[in-house]
């Protein structure tokens, strides 16, 4: 999403709405710089929640300990979504995309909630670990402590076409990590 503003010739110009300032210039010649632009932020907090094309965008924060599901809207090139979680989920935590040809490829760091303010080494074990979604996946359920449903995890999700998201995040869980999504 982009906020609309004029320069100095009344021309339209787009300025990112996730700019917490932008220049503007003509040339080498500066015409003016938009600041105190902020991203909106929404809490979930009841167990459903269906995402359409005017929440692209946002940063969605999960509060409902019980579990959530989101569906997304059909993949198209250039949505976005950031979800962070706010309360450890007890309950079950997925992101469905509309439909299974909406798949999903990139990928998320898993890490033991107790290695929190600490270094551990990539090969450190099975208490930090990079999991990536099979060609055919279009979900992410965190079913399990193992599977990240803790405070600070945070996912995006970015159409790269009209049937592709990119996820990319770091997410929290607890014991023997294990992979995410189906």
């Known amino acids: 999403m982009v906020s609309m503003t004029t320069d100095l010739n009344n021309r339209f110009l787009q300025v990112p709405q996730y700019a917490s300032s932008y220049d503007l210039t003509a040339g080498n010649a500066?015409?003016?710089?938009?600041?105190?632009?902020?991203?909106?932020?929404?809490?979930?907090?009841?167990?459903?929640?269906?995402?359409?094309?005017?929440?692209?965008?946002?940063?969605?924060?999960?509060?409902?300990?019980?579990?959530?599901?989101?569906?997304?809207?059909?993949?198209?090139?250039?949505?976005?979504?950031?979800?962070?979680?706010?309360?450890?989920?007890?309950?079950?935590?997925?992101i469905n995309a509309a439909s299974a040809s909406d798949v999903l490829q990139g990928g998320c760091w898993i890490v033991d909630k107790d290695n929190v303010d600490s270094h551990v080494a990539v090969n450190a074990g099975a208490t930090i670990g990079f999991s990536t979604p099979a060609a055919a996946d279009h979900q992410f359920v965190a079913d399990g402590d193992t599977k990240g449903r803790f405070l600070g995890s945070r996912l995006t999700y970015l159409a790269a076409s009209d049937s592709k998201w990119i996820v990319d995040g770091v997410i929290f869980g607890d014991g023997t990590l294990a992979l995410p999504f189906t």
């Open 30 to 94: 500066p015409l003016m710089t938009v600041s105190g632009l902020r991203r909106s932020v929404e809490a979930i907090t009841d167990s459903t929640k269906t995402l359409v094309a005017a929440d692209s965008g946002k940063i969605f924060t999960l509060d409902r300990a019980g579990g959530i599901t989101i569906t997304l809207p059909a993949a198209a090139a250039g949505y976005f979504f950031d979800f962070v979680v706010t309360t450890t989920f007890t309950g079950t935590w997925t």
